[in-house]
């Protein structure tokens, strides 16, 4: 009765295929939800807030007021918009380059915010007037300060951006790497599961034993 091969140094690829694509399904996932979760929240703020005043919520902590923004935040670069469309084609691009040797679900869930939220704010910049590839993005949540005053109005694809940039910093302080490697105190790197199994483990107990016996 033969046995099944047991699986050595030169059959982890296969294996590692499935976290891959895992990975990368998350990936996908999340941005294909943040994109359109974004559209639609721009869409009723469009509809809903329209020649309209501000809509104070939580006890002034947030207003919902239409603006529409050539700019980044507090307006910077409102003069070249044309600029923000070909960044967030490179960021686009940079993602799609990590993804090849993604295996990390964390790393999966930040990259999957970024591209989410760069794509949700690149539509505006393609599509919404004044034209192609200078349009203004619709934002519409300010904090304490109908109009911006406090923090700069903002959308979901903003949101989704700061998170995933955030977890993205979270997951470099600690030492979690994109191919699902984890940086050690010492700077090596190691898988998560690190413990030896099978036949290696196996002689390392019987080589530990021996000493034992003979005394």
Known sequence: MTTAP??????TEPAGRTPRRRAVVVLVSIALLA???DLLTKHLALQLLDDRAPVRLLGGVVYLTLTRNSGA???IGADHTWVFPLITIGVVGWIS???VRLRSLPWAVSL???LGGALGNLTDRIFRAPGHFVGHVVDMVSLFD???QVWPVFNLADSCLVSGVLLAVLLELTGRQRDGRRVGA???AAPADATPTGPVAA????ADAEPQERA
Request: net charge positive; aromatic share 10%; glycine share 22%.
């Open 112 to 114: 999957g915010l970024v």
């Open 73 to 75: 935040a507090w307006s």
């Open 35 to 37: 994109l359109l979760t």
């Open 203 to 206: 002689g390392s107990t019987k």
């Open 146 to 148: 109908p109009y911006g």
């Open 186 to 188: 010492k700077g090596d």
């Open 6 to 11: 047991t699986a050595g140094p030169g059959t």
């Open 97 to 99: 380059w990590m993804a």
